[in-house]
């Protein structure tokens, strides 16, 4: 069972644009991550935010977080090339430690 | 350097046999994890470890099997029961207790 979905499923921008993706949940938030994957790579943890916490910030990037709509946003500012991957919402599950992903959005930069 | 390692990064099974992904953290996490990603879509947890000796089924252990004798390990088997085995797998640490999660570089399992 997956715990997030992200929307959209797919995203394409221009070079420095800003890009959002969201992530839905059905049950209660615990620590909610969000990681990037380049293609054919393994995952790395961009940010995590707790359930008590409305925003954080790093970098380019900015994560809210709205308990009573279960939903969270990544917000990338100033897009670059580099930033072209596929981006995942996550939860830590607390009561029995698992992290479980969404489906992910896959953010393509034009140049 | 601190991290975690999967191996091989690619690797071909003939229907019918078994097949053991390596996954090594020396990280000193307590948690452990297995997911796989096929193609465009999500991570969907197979197994995972909290602490040494001991794991669980994730959403789609069935055809697989691991074992978690040191810390440092956290081996997954593929067997001939799984019906399409064919896609990425990813390994994941973390301390357990809420933080962020470590993944190695994938393998990718192909059944020819």
């Excluded at chain 1, 954080?56 to 809210?64: A, D, E, I, P």
């Excluded at chain 2, 690619?10 to 053991?20: A, D």
Aim: hydrophobic share 30%; with cysteine; net charge positive.
């Amino acid at each position: 069972s997956q715990q997030g979905e992200e929307d959209p499923q797919a995203l394409s921008i221009q070079e420095g644009e800003n890009a959002t993706m969201n992530c839905s949940y059905k049950t209660s938030i615990n620590n909610l991550q969000w990681y990037r994957q380049n293609s054919g790579r393994g995952l790395v943890h961009l940010i995590l935010i707790r359930s008590n916490e409305r925003e954080k910030h790093s970098g380019r990037l900015r994560v809210t977080l709205d308990t009573s709509k279960k939903s969270s946003s990544l917000l990338i500012t100033a897009s670059r090339a580099a930033d072209t991957a596929s981006y995942f919402c996550a939860d830590f599950m607390n009561r029995d430690d698992k992290i479980i992903f969404g489906k992910g959005t896959r953010l393509h930069i034009l140049p | 350097d601190g991290g975690i390692t999967q191996s091989p990064k690619y690797l071909f099974r003939k229907e019918g046999q078994n097949v053991t992904l390596s996954c090594e953290q020396n990280l000193n996490h307590d948690a452990m994890y297995w997911y796989r990603q096929d193609p465009g879509q999500g991570l969907r947890l197979i197994y995972y470890s909290q602490i040494v000796n001991d794991f669980q089924k994730g959403d789609i252990a069935e055809g697989y099997s691991v074992s978690r004798e040191k810390k440092e390990s956290f081996p997954l088997t593929v067997t001939s029961a799984q019906k399409n085995p064919t896609a990425f797998y990813l390994c994941a640490s973390s301390t357990g207790t809420g933080t962020e999660a470590f993944f190695g570089q994938g393998t990718r399992l192909t059944v020819v």
